[in-house]
Structure formats: structure tokens, C-alpha cells
């Protein structure tokens, strides 16, 4: 019997960068699947490439920027592109499961035809609650593009066979507002490897001089809170006198320029270093120096319901964080954070001096991050719910979930 075919679409990463959906590729593949992605290209990619085991089809991206306009031409154009790229991919054969990973939520449609064409299944692996972004961006729930949000979520959620959420309250969000039934949405969260991402040797360069080194990685998007590091790294060195800390931020994102800015603009270029988009190597230096984690991801109606990777991939590193008061963050890093009152600057800066002045407390919520990722929140747990999600739409047994199945486990 041939390998079960599986078509992953993404549109706003490309693999193998991203992370979730890579782990998730690597599982299937593991287990005896035949795995297309379609993507946009990454930095020096060709059209076509296979990496491990996996076929990926890339078209050249388009981000003509930020504003309302340019989200609706992105996506066009991001459509047309996956479109035309599954209909090649389907060359080499038909596909029993189709997954959609969102943002946008576009891709339904494309889902729909090979439904048709192939009695194809599909998947909606569910990572951001686009009606929320845009909320979160531009405010208000009754605007025209809101609503289509709203109207393309229902879609998504309701032509598929099956949801891949995030975290419950994502899952709550499919069952409540889109009206799936319990037994079609299975909670897979984005867990890290512990394996992969652990804490090695420190490296001193990279407090440049400083005592101590706190840390940030991730997207730097209006929504993310860097802007708020920045603030709060103002409040620290100026106001609380404090100028033995030194902050690194990793990553990039719309806001980039602007928080470049604003830490010029503030005189902080002795404290705030940013690094823009750095290779894994530089990643793991830094986060195995660093005394402290920051999600800054400020209460809004995104993030108090969303699972932030940046947090656990702290915890994975031995790292405690400093975070504000949200759901989900909460449900995530337990005791291994701190949680300040939401969007407060004053009061995240001071959480962020008062952790570092407490070392004990600092090695204990190491301690307990690092257990928690181990023990629950690793992709090695999360997979068995994802493959089990694959098996029971296709009818192959995966040597994981037979596993699970026959310990019981």
C-alpha cells in the first residue's frame, strides 16, 4: 500500500523556519507519510527542493507592507501563487489530506477543489485568530474587513474535517464561534525539543560589559511588545539608576525600524542591542548567557488568548520570564514566569530588576521550566495527538500513535 500523501500550505513563514510546521513534517514523515509543502521562498531558496524527506514547492514573496490595502493584495497574490504551485504539486499524484495553516485564512477554496477533484481531506491546523490580529492592529469589530475575517475563519473552520488548535482557548474560539463539534478539534500545541534547544556554555562576550543580560527573540510586529522592552529598558538605566544590565533583542518584523528608532531616540544604544534575524548558532549563545527571558506581548485581544512560542523556548533554555498577566501565557510557563499587571512599563522594568536581584528565585523558575517542557509541553508529547489526528482521517497507523495506543500512554 503507498504512503499516504499529505499537502501542508503556509503562507506567512516558509519551512524549514518555521518551526511548528517543520516538526509537524518531520512527524509525518517519520511515520510513513509522503509530505508536499507549499510555501513562499526563504532567503536564497529555489523554486522547488527537497529537504529530508520533504517536497517543498516555493513562489517569490510579496509584502507590499502593513496598511489594510496591502494585507488584501498580499493575500491575492499569496493565493494565486499557492494555487497554482498545489495544482503542479498534484502532478506527482493526488493527496489524501490537505493542511492549511493560517494566518490567512484564504485557503478553504483551494481545500474545496481537491475535495471535489480527489475526495481530498482537510486540515485546518489553526495558529492565529485573524479577526483578533486585525482587531489587535486597527481596532473596532465592526468594520467591513473585520467581518470578513470573522466570515473567513467560519469558512475555514467549517469546511474542515478536522482542527489542529493551538491551545483551548483557540479550540473554545472553533466550537463556541464557528460551531465544530467537540470530537473535531484536537488541541496540538507548538512544543519545543528540548533536545534541540538546551542550554550550553556561556559566552561573556555577549554581556558586552554589563553584569547581567536579558533576552528577547522573536517577530517585532506592532502586536509583540518591543516597543514596551525598549520603555522599560528606559526605566531601568535612567530611572532606576541601573546600568549593569544589557538587553538583546532578536528577531525582526514590521516594527524593526521603529524600536531601532525609539531606542536611539531614548540614548540606549549602550544597553539595547539589537540583532535583527540571527542563525540558530547565534540563538543558542545567547540564550545560554542570558540570566532572564522577556515576553513583553502586551493584554490585547490576541495575545491574552494565544500560546507564544518565545515563552517556552525561554523555559526550554533554563531561562525565567517576565511576562504580563495573560491566559494563555499563563496556562504555558506556570511558575517558571513572573506576571506583571498588563502593559504597565514601569511595573514590567522594575519585575525585570527585581528577578535579577533574586537569584534563588531565578534557579528555582529555571528549574521548573525546563521540567515543565520536558514533561509536558515537548513536541515529542504534542505529536501523538497530531499523528493520531492523521491516522484516524487517513487509516494508517503511525508507529507513534500504535504506540500510544498499545501503552495505553
Not at 486540515?123 to 466570515?151: I, N
Not at 532572564?292 to 517556552?312: E, Q, Y
Not at 525565567?320 to 501565557?329: G, N, R
Request: net charge neutral; with cysteine; charged share 25%.
Amino acid at each position: 500500500m503507498s504512503a499516504p500523501r499529505v499537502l501542508i500550505i503556509i503562507q506567512n513563514l516558509w519551512v524549514p523556519f518555521d518551526r511548528r510546521v517543520w516538526l509537524e513534517c518531520q512527524a509525518l514523515v517519520a511515520s510513513g507519510y509522503d509530505v508536499t509543502v507549499v510555501c513562499p521562498k526563504g532567503p536564497g531558496d529555489p523554486s522547488y527542493q527537497v529537504i529530508d524527506g520533504v517536497t517543498v514547492h516555493q513562489y517569490k514573496a510579496y509584502a507590499p507592507g502593513g496598511s489594510k490595502i496591502s494585507f488584501i493584495a498580499e493575500y491575492a497574490y499569496s493565493f494565486l501563487m499557492t494555487l497554482r504551485l498545489v495544482l503542479r504539486a498534484r502532478k506527482a499524484g493526488t493527496f489524501d489530506v490537505l493542511q492549511a495553516c493560517n494566518p490567512p485564512d484564504i485557503f478553504w477554496p483551494i481545500a474545496m477543489l481537491l475535495r471535489r477533484l480527489d475526495r481530498t481531506r482537510f486540515v485546518f491546523d489553526h495558529h492565529d485568530l485573524c479577526p483578533e490580529l486585525f482587531q489587535s492592529r486597527f481596532g473596532g469589530t465592526t468594520s467591513l474587513p473585520y467581518k470578513g475575517l470573522r466570515f473567513l475563519e467560519r469558512m475555514t473552520h467549517r469546511k474542515a474535517d478536522h482542527v489542529i488548535s493551538t491551545n483551548d482557548s483557540y479550540r473554545r474560539i472553533a466550537i463556541t464561534r464557528s460551531g465544530k463539534a467537540n470530537h473535531d478539534v484536537t488541541v496540538v500545541r507548538t512544543g519545543p525539543d528540548p533536545e534541540r534547544l538546551r542550554r550550553g556554555g556561556a559566552d561573556e562576550s555577549l554581556r558586552r560589559g554589563h553584569r547581567y543580560l536579558v533576552t528577547y527573540i522573536g517577530v517585532m510586529g506592532p502586536q509583540d511588545g518591543v516597543d514596551i522592552v525598549v520603555r522599560a529598558a528606559d526605566h531601568i538605566v535612567n530611572n532606576l539608576g541601573r546600568t549593569d544590565i544589557a538587553f538583546t533583542l532578536m528577531g525582526g518584523g514590521d516594527s524593526f525600524d521603529e524600536v531601532v528608532a525609539l531606542r536611539d531616540e531614548l540614548g540606549l544604544g549602550d544597553h539595547v542591542e539589537f540583532t535583527g534575524r540571527v542563525p540558530d548558532e547565534t540563538v543558542r549563545a545567547v540564550m545560554s548567557t542570558a540570566d532572564l527571558g522577556l515576553s513583553p506581548d502586551p493584554k490585547n485581544p490576541l495575545n491574552d488568548v494565544s500560546t507564544m512560542n518565545k515563552t517556552m523556548e525561554y523555559m526550554a533554555f533554563e531561562l525565567p520570564v517576565v511576562a504580563f498577566d495573560l491566559i494563555e501565557t499563563k496556562v504555558s510557563a506556570e511558575d517558571a514566569a513572573v506576571y506583571v499587571e498588563p502593559n504597565d512599563v514601569a511595573l514590567y522594568g522594575q519585575a525585570i530588576v527585581d528577578l535579577l536581584d533574586d537569584e534563588v528565585k531565578r534557579r528555582r523558575m529555571a528549574r521548573l521550566g525546563r521540567e515543565r517542557v520536558e514533561q509536558v509541553l515537548a513536541w515529542k508529547h504534542q505529536q501523538k495527538a497530531y499523528l493520531g489526528v492523521y491516522d484516524g482521517l487517513t487509516g494508517h497507523v503511525s508507529e507513534v500513535s500504535h504506540i500510544t495506543r498499545a501503552t495505553g500512554s
